[in-house]
């Protein structure tokens, strides 16, 4: 298998366990904890958009740093998808609340912390086949 097909999948591996957090993570109390109100429905089209654009993300593994470490890695190239999703995504699609002055912070931060998500996801999978490549197979 090459590696742009094993960092796709890995991005596609983090993006689906991400949703699959936040779905969990919506079913919580959160608007009384954080005071966001969080409860995401299960889209197959938004679904879909996101396992691609995780994959496309995943293509950063490409980037020659931190080669020893995937998972660490996975946690430095999530910064490029947080960026893209607060600047870019939110205004292709209108979305302009987290760009007034009177937004909840948390709003921004959940972003992030989703993000961190992927990226730990998608270097836990890299570092998973890492491992059993080396494995002898009986």
């Known amino acids: 298998m090459g590696k742009g097909l094993l960092y796709f999948l890995a991005g596609v591996f983090g993006a ?9 993570f919506g079913t ?5 904890i954080l005071g966001v109100e969080f409860a995401p429905e299960i ?9 691609f654009s995780g994959g496309l993300f995943g293509l950063l593994f490409f980037l020659p740093f931190l080669n020893s470490n ?12 947080f960026l893209f999703h607060l600047f870019i995504k939110n205004r292709l699609l209108g979305d302009f609340s987290a760009f007034t002055p009177d937004t909840n912070l948390t709003v921004i931060g959940l972003m992030f912390a989703f993000d961190l998500f992927w990226g730990l996801m998608s270097g836990s999978f890299l570092a998973f ?3 059993s490549k080396k494995l002898p197979l009986k």
């Open 28 to 32: 919580l109390p959160v608007k009384s």
């Open 43 to 51: 889209d197959l089209i938004a679904l879909s958009v996101d396992l």
């Open 16 to 24: 689906l366990v991400t949703d699959v957090f936040i779905l969990i």
């Open 129 to 131: 086949v890492e491992d």
């Open 70 to 81: 995937p998972i660490v890695k996975g946690a430095c190239i999530s910064v490029i998808p």
